[in-house]
């Protein structure tokens, strides 16, 4: 019976996602605990990212997908468009944070969202890789938080928060202070508040393209935008998420011919 309760009590990334989004994908395709937990970042002790397609039919697209994420964005070759601003329209949550194996992620609770260009993408959850999985003219930045949305089509839309190293960040303090050390179920903290417009830089001018999620299986579909103005966190900040999570980024992906846009 307690076997059943830890195992019960172990959630990934990839299987909170698939419940937080209802479905959009299949539960089925993205948990990856227990029996099924056969990817990794660093591939030591499960499948790394060169590997990820060949370990189930369904993470195919791993390896033959030609509009995968994360890219190198080229500032010199991005299009300069008129795009439509993104409208934040966050509040502050409690906080109910998980320790997935993969990184940490944050849970956040309904009615916070995004609108772009009419149409609106409630926020899901977010979560933070090391160093960046995005690069920018070939270079990868300290940390990244990766903001996940759904239309109610089901349509995935992602905003990636660079940050470079450099000065304290207090408004990541809280949520590091009360990193889960243990992979397992949600943690729920009802009287810890998180303003989550704190890790949005002033700047909201963006790159965007379309690509994939993330990790296996891999799905494309997902529109990302990429903030173009970094916010900062510290060495001893870095150092603290990477002792939990080490490096946890997905190598950049071939553009196969896509286009990067950047709002003017």
């Known amino acids: 019976m307690e076997k059943m309760k830890v195992a019960a009590r172990k959630i990934t990334l990839g299987a909170t996602l ?4 209802g479905g959009a994908y299949g539960t089925g395709a993205l948990a990856e605990e227990g029996s099924q937990r056969d990817w990794s970042y660093s591939g030591f002790q499960f499948a790394g990212p060169e590997r990820w397609g ?13 509009l995968q994420t994360p890219v190198n964005i080229s500032t010199a070759s991005a299009s300069k468009a008129p795009l439509p601003a993104i409208e934040f329209q966050y509040a502050p949550t409690f906080l109910r944070v998980v320790n997935t194996g993969h990184t940490t992620q944050v849970n956040v609770e309904k009615g916070r969202q995004i609108v772009v260009g009419g149409e609106t993408y409630a926020l899901i959850q977010y979560h933070f890789h090391a160093p960046s999985e995005e690069q920018i003219d070939g270079k990868s930045f300290a940390m990244v938080a990766h903001l996940v949305h759904q239309s109610a089509s089901g349509k995935l839309a992602v905003v990636a928060v660079l940050f470079e190293l450099g000065t304290y960040n207090p408004d990541l303090a809280s949520l590091w202070a009360r990193f889960p050390r243990i992979v397992g179920n949600e943690i729920a903290f009802p009287n810890v508040r998180l303003d989550i417009t704190k890790i949005l830089p002033a700047d909201r001018s963006y790159y965007t393209y379309e690509g994939s999620l993330n990790m296996p299986p891999c799905t494309e579909g997902v529109t990302w935008f990429v903030l173009k103005q970094p916010l900062t966190a510290s060495a001893g900040q870095i150092r603290e998420f990477t002792a939990q999570h080490s490096v946890n980024a997905r190598p950049v992906q071939p553009l196969n011919g896509r286009q990067v846009r950047v709002s003017q």
Not at 18 to 21: E, N, V
Not at 54 to 66: H, I, N, P
């Open 18 to 21: 698939g419940l937080a989004l």
């Open 54 to 66: 060949d370990v189930r039919a369904e993470y195919g697209l791993c390896k033959t997908g030609q």
